[in-house]
């Protein structure tokens, strides 16, 4: 698997319905993630976004779970749009 914001031949072979799955799975294991921080030590606090400035752990998850919507919906409008390649 690439790392994150990176595409790789293998992404290229999946379906997006298989990549939104993916997708989901992601968001499972990050929601799991966040509940453990307190546990773990993690301190509340913020970190910085270049153009919202300091976020939340849960609002950077936010930030992303939104982010990746938008590119799956700018991916549906490309592939749906006439002349698209098929298969």
Do not use: C, N
Not at 17 to 27: A, H, K
């Amino acid at each position: 698997m690439s790392a994150m914001g990176e595409q790789s031949a293998e992404d290229e072979r999946h379906s997006i319905d298989e990549l939104r799955q993916r997708l989901g799975s992601f968001f499972d294991d990050t929601r799991a993630l966040l509940s453990s921080l307190k546990s773990r030590g993690v301190p509340d606090g913020s970190f910085p976004h270049p153009v919202f400035g300091p976020l939340t752990v849960t609002e950077w998850i936010a930030f992303h779970r939104l982010h990746s919507i938008d590119h799956i919906r700018q991916i549906d409008a490309v592939k749906s749009a006439p002349g698209y390649p098929v298969g």
